[in-house]
């Protein structure tokens, strides 16, 4: 703001020329702090230098004499003039906002009052402000903006220096989180770009890789509609307990569980802290979608802190949970349509739980199971695939699932296909594979005597017997037992035990499924990983 009164301009005198000459710009020091707050609050009309965040202060002087004061700091929030000028989206805005940088105070002392000080100061200032920047906050600026009191200040300063005047605020003053008080005095705004093309890029749908870093800084916030928002709870609250009290339902689980998982569907990993964070950046309409109770006394809606998630995370029912969010992804994105089943471990951090989930091809989730106390990924695996319909799908997974029984269960029981990885580590399977191809080459088809048949098709033997059943004739391009009986030789080297021939060809395809997966774990041993 700048503080510079208004009058008719004059030329600099001979001496006031000479200050002008020699003025120079520096940092305010740690231990001159206090004389700046004192200067600030002694001959700025706002008197008070409050700046919460990333900030920093400038001094202009001569010879030792302090002329001038800057204070740089956060820049506004919400700015429908400034917006508007750089064109971004709400959600760019709230990632990229510490690229903006605001003038928050502009002051010359007593009897430095000097023609063309101000302008001096302020290129001095802006030569400057980038590399101070990123040593003191480890990131650059774009852009720069102030608001200038009309009824104090022509804003002559801010013209002079190439800054560009965007109208005037609506006249509204903050008080608090999401709480705005209108007063009587709106302000000028002002703006100037501080690298070219500053607005292109700050708008822009990737930053440059100098301004990423700030973007990728910023921590999730919710900006699900309230509507979805309403929807969630209500699946959930259909389906998941209330175990608590009635007294202490200032949060209901149901709220409580859709916000955790909307935090998640932002990117929230780290845990309750984290979780108390995100609940944080929830309009008092999205805390109301919820069903979260008032304040005592007041309208406004509470947030939960990390206590209230730690609570209900330790006593919610898991599977009712799996159930609501399934269903209410059904509701919201309709029907799986994807013939994916991808299925992939993971341990959480710091918790000691490790869970295996399916996932189809595009990255909708499938579910979810605990890996059991002292067990392993590929019972986990089992139990994940028989909650998941995989009939005429394909199940994608990595070498540790590379076995018998779980091939079994996804081309018998579940009738779907498969593609199991085979690595280096699993040497008699990688064994057996290299000798089936050494034989007789596979065709990428599960139909053995005709490529263009699909992989996903129920395979038609010649005089009426299913091709891959033990007694079938052998194909052109295929074994005398079948892709199957090629799925048991690989499968059964997988567990490290001797192939009979038996192992999976001793069963009937079910109706519908897909005797194909021989083939798929065959190619898998060509890849490697």
Request: net charge positive; glycine share 10%; hydrophobic share 40%.
């Amino acid at each position: 703001m700048a503080s510079t009164p208004a009058s008719r301009p004059r030329q600099p005198a001979p001496d006031e020329q000479l200050v002008l000459e020699h003025l120079t710009v520096r940092l305010v020091q740690p231990h001159e702090q206090d004389r700046y707050h004192a200067l600030i609050q002694a001959h700025h009309y706002l008197a008070n230098d409050h700046v919460v965040g990333e900030h920093l202060r400038y001094v202009a002087t001569y010879r030792g004499q302090w002329l001038a004061l800057a204070t740089w700091g956060a820049a506004a929030r919400h700015l429908k003039a400034r917006d508007g000028f750089i064109g971004w989206s709400a959600e760019q805005r709230r990632r990229r906002l510490a690229l903006v940088v605001n003038n928050t105070r502009l002051c010359v002392l007593p009897a430095c009052h000097y023609p063309n000080l101000v302008s001096r100061m302020m290129k001095l200032m802006l030569g400057r402000l980038g590399a101070d920047w990123q040593a003191a906050w480890k990131h650059p600026v774009a852009l720069a903006e102030t608001f200038v009191d009309p009824q104090l200040f022509q804003g002559t300063a801010y013209k002079v220096s190439g800054w560009s005047h965007l109208g005037r605020t609506a006249g509204w003053q903050r008080h608090a989180e999401d709480f705005y008080q209108k007063h009587d005095r709106p302000k000028q705004v002002w703006v100037r770009e501080l690298s070219p093309k500053a607005c292109v890029r700050l708008r822009a749908q990737t930053l440059p890789p100098a301004w990423a870093a700030v973007e990728a800084a910023v921590p999730p916030a919710c900006t699900a509609p309230v509507k979805e928002m309403r929807s969630l709870v209500e699946e959930l609250r259909a389906e998941v307990p209330e175990f608590r009290r009635d007294q202490a339902l200032a949060y209901p689980v149901a709220g409580m569980l859709a916000l955790i998982a909307l935090a998640l569907f932002s990117g929230v990993r780290c845990g309750p802290t984290d979780l108390a964070d995100y609940a944080a950046t929830l309009s008092q309409g999205q805390l109301r979608a919820l069903r979260f109770r008032h304040k005592r006394g007041t309208r406004r809606v509470r947030c939960p802190d990390r206590t209230t998630f730690d609570r209900v995370l330790q006593g919610v029912d898991a599977a009712a949970v799996e159930r609501a969010l399934l269903a209410w992804q059904e509701q919201v994105l309709g029907p799986v349509q994807d013939r994916l089943v991808i299925v992939d471990g993971k341990t959480i951090r710091h918790a000691g739980v490790e869970l295996v989930s399916a996932v189809s091809g595009t990255g909708r989730w499938l579910g979810t199971v605990a890996v059991a106390a002292g067990s392993n990924e590929i019972p986990a695996g089992r139990a994940m695939l028989a909650k998941v319909e995989l009939t005429g799908r394909r199940v994608l997974a990595d070498a540790l699932h590379t076995q018998t029984e779980t091939a079994q269960q996804i081309l018998y029981e579940g009738g779907g296909d498969y593609l199991l990885t085979v690595k280096g580590n699993q040497p008699e399977l990688v064994k057996t594979l290299e000798g089936l191809l050494a034989k007789q080459s596979f065709s990428p088809s599960a139909d053995g005597g005709d490529a263009g048949t699909h992989a996903g098709a129920q395979l038609r033997a010649h005089g009426g017997a299913g091709v891959g059943v033990p007694g079938s004739d052998a194909r052109a391009g295929g074994f005398s037992g079948g892709a199957t009986h090629c799925a048991a030789a690989a499968a059964g080297a997988a567990e490290g035990q001797e192939d009979d021939g038996d192992r999976l060809s001793d069963q009937q395809p079910e109706p519908g499924g897909i005797a194909g997966g021989g083939v798929a774990a065959a190619q898998a041993g060509l890849l490697g990983d």
